[in-house]
């Protein structure tokens, strides 16, 4: 199994972008789903998780209110909505898949993403 998210690129304090993670090769609705991301010199931290079911999500509390995950089962797909950018958010954010049924965990790429106030 694989998963991808296209690139970010250079953004705008106080606007907008949606992120897209698509999956291939495994069981894609026994996974749990998240965005994660990592800032140079700090450890990666949980943005936003989303379960298995769709039904429950959780928020770093630095984004809470601003940023929205939710999945498409039917695309394989799952997307982090990113309003209210803030020069904080810079960061590589990467995507994840895992299982709490199976032995499966993926990771993207990673994409960077520059917030400039």
């Known amino acids: 199994g694989q998963i991808g998210e296209p690139g970010g690129g250079l953004l705008q304090a106080g606007g907008s972008v949606r992120f897209s993670c698509a999956a291939s090769g495994f069981n894609f609705s026994s996974y749990a789903l998240s965005w994660e991301r990592q800032e140079p010199g700090k450890e990666r931290e949980l943005v936003a998780g989303i379960t298995t079911s769709g039904e429950s999500t959780e928020y770093a509390p630095s984004v809470n209110g601003r940023f929205t995950i939710y999945r498409d089962d039917v695309k394989r797909t799952w997307y982090l909505q990113m309003n209210s950018l803030k020069p904080e958010d810079t960061a590589v954010y990467c995507c994840?898949?895992?299982?709490?049924?199976?032995?499966?965990?993926?990771w993207g790429r990673g994409t960077q993403v520059i917030v400039s106030s």
């Open positions: 994840n898949a895992v299982s709490p049924y199976e032995d499966g965990d993926y």
